[in-house]
């Protein structure tokens, strides 16, 4: 594979987290538990389709063929979609929302972080400008877990499931394959060594906090960022997707 | 989830340094700390504030509406605004 496509690749897999997960988040909006944490949600879910459309638009800029940003976002289909299989699940309840939400902010805070040194000046610009964002939904949704967790004997049994059933999900966050080694290798990603370290030990910090217990020796799941996703990512992608390919080229 | 039991909270955001905090309205939170976050969420998502002051609803003692005469010895008495005196070119505006 030609270094730019590598790059490309590369720039893509952050872009669809984001935009997948933005989009699952942005289901809560009008439909949130209460009018604050409603407002909360669609605040998160508009900052993280702010960043995937800036990791999009750099894609199109290093392909140079007169793509566009809305050409990965509306055009490409799910295998050709890398995000990880966590941000594509259903949004579940609202614990399980933020169960999700704080696995990912984790890893997206400590991704981020070193993501800023990177040696790609456009690819470590976009990071310094969304770490200040990520910082915030990780401290937001934090603080709902260690509520939840440590609240009532229902919304702490809410919140212990979700656990139990995302935490399969998270070595995908953490593992680094040929691709992302040769990125870093480069001077322009993230040490993956670094980032599971920094992962395990805040969320053992919080989920503690929230007097949850991290499921042990638990089979991890992998393939969304190699294009294999779950059933879901295709109505996702029906929902995002309809307009533009039934009416191509629209505008408005 | 509902937030029927939470308490009332009033919301001061002040916009930029110098100027007072302003009350900007109320919501509901479980405890302080929710308030400010759910505040920095509802009431300053289009950059409105650098500070935020949140108060529990219960703690504000309020003036009876119904008691006209409060603020009626005030009124007719244009003579409390300092508006007799002739400013001095030199101050410029004030």
Known sequence: MEDNTKIIDF??????NSLILGHRISEWCGHGPNLETDIALTNIALDLIGHARNYYELA??????GSTEDDFAYLRDARSFKNVLLVELPKGDFGFTIVRQFLFDVYNFEYTSQLCQSKDTRIAGI??????????????SSEWLIRLGDGTKKSHDKVQDALNDLWMYTDE????????????????GVDHKLLKNAFVTRTKEVIEKARLQIPSDQWM???GRNGNHTEYLGFILADLQWMQRAYPGLEW | MSNANWPLWEIFIR????LHHKHAGSLRAADEKMAIDNARDVYTRRNEGISIWVVQSKHVTA??????????????KIYRHPTFYDIPDEI???
Do not use: V
């Open chain 1, 11 to 16: 720039i893509l897999r952050l872009a669809d």
């Open chain 1, 60 to 65: 199109a800029e290093c392909k140079g063929d």
């Open chain 1, 127 to 140: 990071a310094q400008k969304a770490l200040k964002e990520i910082a915030y939904h990780l401290r937001w």
């Open chain 1, 173 to 188: 966050l953490l593992l680094a394959d040929e691709l992302d080694q040769f990125i870093f290798d480069n001077g322009m």
């Open chain 1, 221 to 223: 799941q992998y393939g």
């Open chain 2, 15 to 18: 916009s930029k340094a110098g």
């Open chain 2, 63 to 76: 003036s009876d509406p119904e008691e006209g005469d409060m603020f009626e010895s005030a009124k007719g």
């Open chain 2, 92 to 94: 410029g505006h004030m």
